[in-house]
């Protein structure tokens, strides 16, 4: 039997019933597979990788050494939530890694935008491989790799994979969720006691916050992303648009425009809001927001994010726009 082919009468995870038994066939098979030995995991945040955890945790509990990497991209909170939610709520064993520095320094100065992508997965491997080594007896790599990314449709790109390793790094996979549908992902999230605001998260991209800083990163305008974009989920979620909008965001251009503050011209940077509906991501439509919300939103931002003195509201569809702007 192919184990990675779903086969045609396995039925779809809905219910939490449904889910509870997945998590019970699972864990029997995750102890099965890895006895009393270690296994690796990067934890990113999202949703898949914060899934394997908690599975991995219920099976096999501090035998799971869970590696989290702040590369200084991610949205505002996050690293502190996966810190709250597995160290502090689920008592894993969770290795936080402050690589924000290491990360932005080997950035510096690069604006193109697949060169900046490759950076960022080359240094995200050389910070697990590091911590990798540290660690006594790992003889397992878990990963958060669902059904879509072995099918690889669509343009949402694979980005569960630790491959890269170097050769004396090579771990036999666990990968629990390899059959699942994202959806299906979710229903175990929930049943496995993740927070809603985790399980239920809009897709992220893997180089996150680094393809929304447009061209080279600063960090003053990295900030400037990174609180933004808090605003407008804080603010999508006060009005009902959180988990009815596929995805949304905020980006910043690497210009400046003229404007008014404190009765003086200022040169400052614009942000634009994305905010688009799809099913598979290969074309998106526009969300309508509400004219006054996107009133509301602006003033915050200019009010409240140091640096920025226009917001724009990105009205094109893909085609002929992509999702992200870089
Ligand atoms: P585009 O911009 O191609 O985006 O219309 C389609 C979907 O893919 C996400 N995306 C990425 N995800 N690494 C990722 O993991 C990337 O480099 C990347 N680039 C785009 C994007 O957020 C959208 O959901």
Redesign the pocket.
């Known amino acids: 039997m192919d184990n990675n082919k779903r086969p045609e009468n396995m039925e779809r995870i809905t219910t939490a019933a449904l889910a509870e038994q997945f998590i019970q066939e699972q864990v029997k098979e995750i102890q099965n597979q890895v006895g009393d030995k270690k296994v690796l995991l990067a934890l990113s945040g999202g949703v898949d990788s914060s899934v394997v955890a908690a599975l991995l945790i219920r099976a096999i509990g501090q035998q799971l050494v869970c590696v989290h990497v702040n590369h200084g991209l991610l949205r505002k909170g996050e690293p502190e939530q996966v810190v709250e939610v597995f160290r502090n709520q689920m008592k894993a064993n969770l290795i936080y890694v402050d690589a924000v520095d290491r990360f932005l320094d080997k950035l510096q100065g690069v604006a193109e935008p697949e060169q900046k ?1 490759k950076i960022i997965g080359a240094e995200f491997i050389r910070v697990f491989e590091e911590e990798a080594r540290k660690q006594e007896g790992i003889r397992f790599l878990a990963q958060g790799t669902i059904y879509p990314d072995i099918l690889e449709s ?6 569960h994979n630790v491959g890269g390793l170097p050769e004396d790094l090579q771990f036999e996979l666990v990968e629990p969720l390899r059959l699942l549908y994202k959806d299906e992902v979710r229903v175990v999230g929930d049943a496995l006691g993740l927070p809603a605001g985790m399980v239920y998260r809009q ?5 996150g916050l680094g ?1 929304r800083c447009l061209g080279a990163i600063t960090r003053d305008r990295l900030e400037a992303v990174r609180e933004s974009d808090a605003i407008l989920r804080e603010e999508f979620a006060k009005n009902g648009l959180e988990g009815k909008v ?2 949304y ?1 905020t980006l910043i251009p690497d210009f400046k425009s003229v404007g008014v503050r404190d009765n003086k011209r200022a040169d400052e940077w614009p942000v634009i809001i994305r905010a688009v509906n ?1 099913k598979d ?2 074309t ?1 439509t526009v969300e309508d927001v509400p004219f006054a919300l996107l009133q509301h939103i602006t003033n915050r931002i200019v009010n409240e994010v140091k640096g920025v003195n226009r917001v724009c509201y990105d009205l094109t569809p ?1 085609p002929t ?5 870089e």
């Not at 669509?154 to 980005?159: E, M, Q, T």
């Not at 897709?203 to 180089?207: A, L, N």
Request: proline share 15%; charged share 15%.
């Open positions: 992508r669509g343009p949402v790109k694979a980005h897709p992220f991209p893997g180089p393809v596929w995805q965001f799809t991501a290969m998106a893909k726009g992509t999702i992200e702007w």
